[in-house]
């Protein structure tokens, strides 16, 4: 064993302790956000589903401006074509600007892609539906809107989780009694039948109560899974409140708001982010099962949900279109796999009981 | 005779934050029907070094680095997994710290017992079952019969570890390693228990190694004592003569440290000033120097050995062999003589 | 035992009433109802129905006919076959339904209730065991190829859509591949891929929760208590962890069944199997009244015996809970 650095650790009882400050004085503490981003960051699958869920995202926000065929444009005539490589097929000036009713900003990137690109679109890169309908541009036009739709439903859930269950959290006593009593009933309802009977009732009218129907959509999905949002949230609150870093601030006489916002909120943040994160492959994979049943998004526009239907009625034993059924299941599939990745990883990366973290004060 | 002998043992774990020296050049003798007390605080490693005779040490993060464990002419520590696992249970048993979760909380402990002896001797359900209704009454539970269809929760602490002790002494081993098994019960408890391991000793002449931390408990069961500090033995004596004259500062320092009843008029406790060394980081010299009153500049340079204290120390007499790691450990011996400090009752000398 | 299933009785009864009635309500509500789709006929046609089946009655007076015999008049619901007065839901008759016009609810759930049965206890028990046995392996050989393998198939698995799932199947074991049939129902060949494909998702995360289970259950003092007393891995794996490490995976047999439940919905369509999934769907966007109401009762009345059942099951397993937490 190698004789000890020069401080004499023998001498005083309190040398050790100045020994200590002397080695470790100069480190920095982190953060819990710095810490789960710094640990995120080595995760090697969480990266990779970080990268291609960007990529995604990228390509959705852009579809409009992407040189893609109309998705809507049908030719009925024609078979389903198979996929062609791109030096097959190099595309064609054929663009035929049919689209369901978009949004002006929409619109304007559209004309913006027409002048970039005159007429000029991809050729049937991943092949053509029954109808005629280019299947890349359906995959990522139709990617877009159950993105968006997943997003706004999964902050609908979000935001009636949080409210209702900080709330329940906070209050205490009777009302959050009441209030959970509640959340179990619901929870033991398959609430999914539930949405399924409103949404069949909403059926094909246009508006419901002033409320559009998309609207209805998204908030019937939200409906789903703000329970567990609740839930965990109440649970996160409730055990922070009696938490020991609380109670010192308050011995330091920090006011209510201030430990709400610097203390409390941080910490329910963490929890709140991982259920974001684990709930959004939940909320696409319920949009996609309520459009293929043909209670959610309908045609002419296009969500993955439909395009799985197209490809499920167009399955025949006679001519195996294999491309409506292997590129929708690769698209549907990796991004929700990369989103679960992505969770996990999140929800390990923010865990502050690992070892080696220190809990958060 | 010796029943069982450690040689030398170094256990250390590999963290993600460090290696830690668990035990360093830990030794042990155990002759049959004798007690033997591992006396130390916590971290001192006495649970590890209890747990890697039976081999229970978890290999990683666990290295076992050097030493045997000879055991019916067997190395317990690079024996075929077959042989370790007949010799557990059947040959060397151990009672853990904490009934409750020691026993499975999903099944009677008729069961849990039954299955000992029906895997090492091969005993039929019903057989076995009669056994352990025996076994239970010997340790002193009432109504043993209903007891083995008990599920843990439903007894008390105490009827846990006697429960426990019943299982571990089934098939008669030689060897019993008690790791602090009262620690989790309520003082007036632990008596008890203690004096069960005394009388199933005599009854089967079964060897004990007690791993404890409280110096008034192995005062009452050990016929000698080895104390440890921070991975290593610092001392070794019969039981009559550490509690009368500890020759190293560490056992000096818990003996003063320990509130007597007869003397608490006469003297204040003295605390040990200051903390154990932090495992992760390897010492040269003594373990105890950084809080040691007899520190000499020889101790923070080189590490004390554990050796015999030879015959011409003063005027007590010596019994069997003493061993104790400190330079100083005459000047230690000449301190203090601590007079009374067994418990009435127990035979000074076997 | 006995004060505890009284108790989820009434519990039950009280949610029942509760569905039926905001489901009741609800339906009435909604624009539309079951025969303005027969359009092609003229109004005579229509309110014809209507009177037939007492749409044009109040609405309280509905609710009443429907709940129970507490029509006072003598005319009464006549049910589909025109063979008797219909009796209300209290006295088991669950009503003509609108859309199948000579059948009554209790008749077309009578018919597709045990194929739904059927398709989703093999469901079930194909999760089940696939999931437990996947699990087992990971916990045993774990950071092996084999864990990280299992891992990352049951991760895709949960990821997926049950159909996309089914799609992917027929593709390959329809297409090509022939060996199963791609629709229909009747022997077990037509069982196999529709039970694999709604059976997978549940076995993925069964597979976790054992895994996971396992996992803890083996780091526990008990197993070390196990070791300890010369166990071999046998006895210590099946009788001591495995106990232990599927407690999770009962509790989560409950949402299991819902789950599968829900999926049958979409598998049942794809595979064109004459289950109550396709009854359900249809009869909310049909207005059938009476044949939703019946299928809703069904399942409310299946997932609380199944989650009633799930409890005792846990309790019995586990003798720390007592019953009245469950």
């Known amino acids: 064993m190698k004789p000890a650095a020069a401080s004499p650790r023998w001498d005083l009882p309190s040398a050790p302790l100045e020994a200590l400050l002397a080695k470790h004085g100069s480190e920095k503490g982190s953060s819990l956000w710095t810490q789960a981003w710094t640990r995120l960051r080595r995760d090697r699958a969480a990266r990779w589903a970080m990268w291609f869920l960007s990529l995604v995202g990228a390509i959705s926000l852009l579809a409009p401006l992407l040189p893609l065929p109309s998705p809507v444009a049908m030719h009925v005539d024609r078979e389903p074509s198979a996929p062609q490589a791109p030096w097959v097929a190099p595309g064609a000036q054929k663009f035929e600007r049919q689209y369901w009713p978009l949004s002006a900003l929409d619109r304007q990137l559209v004309g913006l892609r027409q002048t970039l690109f005159q007429e000029w679109q991809t050729g049937p890169l991943l092949g053509s539906d029954a109808k005629g309908r280019d299947l890349l541009s359906r995959l990522v036009w139709g990617g877009r809107t159950s993105l968006a739709v997943a997003l706004a439903a999964a902050l609908t859930s979000l935001i009636l989780g949080v409210v209702y269950g900080g709330l329940a959290g906070l209050l205490g006593g009777w009302a959050d009694r009441i209030m959970m009593r509640i959340v179990d009933g619901l929870y033991a309802l398959p609430f999914t039948f539930v949405v399924i009977f409103v949404l069949g009732l909403v059926g094909s009218s246009k508006s419901v109560a002033g409320v559009g129907r998309e609207v209805v959509f998204l908030l019937a999905i939200g409906a789903l899974y703000w329970l567990s949002m609740a839930r965990v949230v109440r649970g996160q609150v409730l055990s922070l409140k009696r938490a020991e870093f609380v109670l010192v601030a308050r011995a330091q006489g920090a006011g209510p708001l201030r430990i709400l916002f610097t203390h409390m909120i941080p910490n329910v943040l963490a929890v709140v982010v991982v259920y974001l994160t684990l709930t959004i492959p939940s909320v696409m994979l319920s949009e996609a099962f309520l459009s293929f049943l043909g209670l959610g998004i309908e045609p002419p526009k296009v969500s993955w949900g439909l395009i799985a239907v197209d490809a499920i009625e167009a399955a025949s034993p006679l001519r195996v279109y294999w491309w409506l059924i292997v590129f929708p299941s690769l698209a549907i599939g990796s991004v929700l796999l990369a989103l679960n990745v992505l969770g996990d990883s999140l929800r390990d990366a923010l865990d502050p009981r690992a070892p080696g973290r220190a809990a958060q004060p | ?192 228990i203690l004096d069960l391991l005394r009388r199933l000793q005599e009854q089967h002449g079964t060897a004990i190694l007690f791993v404890s931390h409280d110096l008034g408990l192995v005062a009452r069961i050990a016929d000698r004592v080895q104390v440890m500090y921070a991975g290593r033995v610092v001392e070794v004596a019969d039981a009559p003569d550490l509690y009368r004259r500890p020759m190293h500062p560490y056992t000096l320092g818990l003996l003063a440290s320990v509130p007597k009843l007869s003397r608490a008029r006469e003297l204040r406790l003295l605390p040990i000033p200051g903390a154990p060394p932090d495992p992760l980081e390897p010492l040269s010299g003594c373990a105890f120097a950084p809080r040691c009153t007899f520190v000499q500049k020889r101790c923070v340079e080189e590490r004390p050995p554990l050796a015999a204290i030879a015959r011409n120390v003063s005027d007590v007499v010596l019994v069997g062999g003493r061993r104790s790691a400190c330079f100083e450990r005459e000047r230690v011996g000449r301190t203090v003589e601590l007079p009374g400090s067994l418990p009435a009752g127990r035979q000074d000398a076997r | 035992m006995q004060g505890f299933l009284l108790r989820r009785a009434a519990w039950f009864v009280l949610t029942l009433w509760a569905v039926v009635t905001s489901a009741f309500f609800l339906m009435r509500a909604a624009p539309g109802g079951p025969f303005s789709a027969e359009r092609g006929g003229d109004p005579l046609v229509q309110a014809a129905l209507q009177a037939r089946y007492h749409l044009d009655w109040p609405i309280w007076r509905q609710y009443l006919a429907y709940v129970g015999p507490f029509d006072w008049s003598a005319q009464g619901w006549i049910v589909g076959d025109g063979s008797r007065i219909f009796g209300g839901v209290l006295a088991g008759d669950l009503g003509p339904s609108f859309k199948y016009r000579d059948f009554s609810v209790n008749d077309v759930l009578a018919q597709s209730l045990p194929v739904s049965l059927e398709l989703g206890l093999f469901a079930l028990f194909f999760a089940v065991v696939v999931g437990v046995s996947a699990g087992l392996l990971c916990a045993l050989f774990p950071r092996g190829k084999l864990d990280l393998g299992v891992r990352m198939l049951a991760t895709a698995a949960v990821a997926l859509p049950n159909f996309v799932l089914a799609a992917l199947l027929i593709l390959v074991f329809v297409f090509l591949i022939p060996l199963f049939p791609v629709a229909g129902w009747g022997d077990f060949a037509h069982l196999v891929l529709p039970a694999i494909a709604l059976g997978t998702p549940v076995a993925a995360y069964i597979a976790r929760l054992v895994r996971a289970g396992l996992f803890d259950a083996l780091s526990q003092d008990f197993v070390r208590t196990a070791i300890a007393k010369g166990m071999p891995t046998r006895v210590v794996v099946l009788r001591h962890a495995l106990r232990q490490g599927l407690l999770p995976v009962v509790s989560y047999l409950g949402p299991a069944a819902a789950g599968i439940l829900t999926g049958s919905l979409v598998i049942e369509k794809i595979f064109f199997i004459p289950g109550t999934g396709q009854h359900f769907v249809n009869s909310a966007l049909n207005r059938d009244y009476t044949l939703a109401m019946g299928v809703t009762i069904l399942y409310t009345a299946l997932v609380f015996a199944l989650n009633t059942l799930v409890d005792v099951i846990y309790t019995l397993l586990d003798p720390r809970i007592p019953l009245e937490e469950a």
């Open chain 2, 1 to 192: 005779m010796k029943v069982l002998e450690v040689k030398n043992l170094r256990v250390r774990f590999d963290t993600p934050r460090g290696r830690l020296q668990a035990i360093d050049e830990f030794s042990l003798e155990l002759e049959a029907g004798q007690t033997v007390a591992l006396v130390g605080e916590s971290g001192s490693g006495k649970s590890v070094a209890g747990q890697a005779i039976l081999g229970l040490i978890p290999r990683p993060p666990g290295v076992i680095e050097t030493g045997e464990v000879i055991f019916g002419g067997q190395n317990l520590l690079v024996a075929p997994a077959e042989q370790l696992r007949r010799v557990r249970g059947k040959q060397i048993a151990i009672v853990f710290q904490d009934p409750l979760s020691a026993l499975h909380p999903l099944l009677p402990i008729g069961l849990q017992m039954s299955e000992v002896l029906e895997v090492h001797e091969g005993l039929s359900r019903r057989e076995a079952r009669r056994r352990c209704a025996r076994a239970l009454g010997e340790v002193g539970l009432s109504d043993p019969e209903q007891r083995l269809d008990a599920y843990p929760h439903e007894l008390s602490g105490g009827m846990r570890q006697r429960a426990l002790i019943a299982m571990a002494l089934l098939c008669n081993p030689k060897v019993l390693i008690a790791d602090e098994p009262t620690t989790a019960l309520d003082v007036t408890v632990q008596v008890q």
